[in-house]
Every structure is written in C-alpha cells, then in structure tokens.
C-alpha cells in the first residue's frame, strides 16, 4: 500500500464506488483482494482527508515537511494494520453467519499473506508487529456468529484517532467526528461486501 501526495490529492474529489470494480465475489482469494484494497483506501481517505481538513491550506506546504512525512508514514501503517484486522474479521463473520462457510482459519491465512505482502512492500516493521499481535490476540477471543454485527469497525476508527498526526489538543475537539469519518467509510463497504457475496461459493 502505497500512499503519498499524488494519491492524497486524487481524493480530493469523489471516487467511484466498489461495484465500478467488483462484480461478484466468489471465492476466497476474491475476499483477500476486497479485504486489502478496501482496508487501503478507508485508510488513505480518512487520514489523508483528515489532514487535509485540520491544515486546510498549508496542508501543501507541510506535505514538504520531512519529519512530518515521517509521522504520515508511521501513521498509515498502523492504521492499515488495524484496518486489515477489522476488515478480515467482519467478511469472515458475515461469512460465517450469513454463508455457513466454516473455514474460519482461512481468516489467519489470507490476514498474514496480506500483511506479509505488505512487511516486504516496506510496512512499517513496528506496525507490522503491533498488527501481528493484535490479530492474534482477538483471533483467539473472536465470535464468530456476533462480530459483523457488533461495532465491527471500532478498532480502526480508533487507530486513526491515535495515530493521525495532528497535536492531541486539537484531536480532541475532532475526536466523534473523526471516529465518526471512518465508520461511515465502513458502513459503505459492509453494505457492498454483503450484496456482493450473494453467490459466494463455499468449496
């Protein structure tokens, strides 16, 4: 997952919704494909559109700021992270619940092919941890008949809140609303995922 300027900028304006793109999924390997694009776009979106938004017009000139680009870069890789986990908790939930596909452990396999992907791509090797540990961790807790149901998207809206670079007393003026940007963004996403899994083939 690749996010800079260019990519900020090209958000600016309204992207075309999934179904431009998905027309169906089918299988599993469909479902890593939607669960890493879409947990990077909620990302870029959010983060980028709340930078934007806090900097207003200087946002051009401290994009050119070295240790701020630093903070962007730390930022998106641990809200990824969290957005990988939430992602791949709810498809496989609604999965469950919804499709009686049993292959739960199919969940652990495409999150780290995922993440793995991402480690040799240039993730952030404390983002990378951080993220390794938290699935785990909720992995071993998860039910799997309730999740998609229940606030599935808390963990990342979170993540974005901790982690965007923007002084803390100024974050907490923005605190509902930016929890409040991203799971919208989600809200979206769930709606299509389960109109697009309508012939999802278990075998």
């Not at 559109?49 to 641990?78: C, P």
């Not at 938290?134 to 901790?162: G, H």
Request: net charge positive; with cysteine; charged share 25%.
């Amino acid at each position: 997952m690749k996010l800079n300027l260019k990519d900020f900028e090209k958000y600016l304006f309204p992207i075309k919704r999934i179904f431009s793109k998905y027309k169906q999924i089918k299988t599993v390997d469909q479902v890593k494909t939607f669960i890493q694009e879409q947990s990077a776009q909620v990302t870029q979106m959010t983060l980028y559109g709340y930078l934007k938004t806090r900097m207003g017009a200087k946002h051009v000139i401290m994009f050119e700021d070295k240790d701020f680009l630093k903070s962007i870069n730390i930022a998106k890789w641990q809200i990824y992270g969290a957005s990988l986990i939430d992602c791949t908790f709810f498809c496989f939930s609604f999965l469950y619940k919804e499709k009686k596909f049993l292959k739960i452990d199919q969940a652990n396999q495409i999150f780290f092919e995922i993440l793995n992907t991402e480690k040799a791509s240039g993730m952030d090797i404390e983002a990378y941890n951080n993220a390794t540990k938290e699935f785990n961790l909720r992995f071993t807790q998860i039910d799997w008949e309730t999740y998609c149901n229940t606030n599935p998207f808390d963990s990342s809206s979170r993540a974005l809140y901790k982690w965007a670079p923007i002084a803390d007393e100024l974050k907490k003026l923005d605190k509902q609303i930016v929890l409040n940007s991203m799971i919208l963004k989600w809200n979206n996403i769930q709606k299509d995922f389960k109109k697009l899994v309508n012939n999802f083939d278990q075998n």
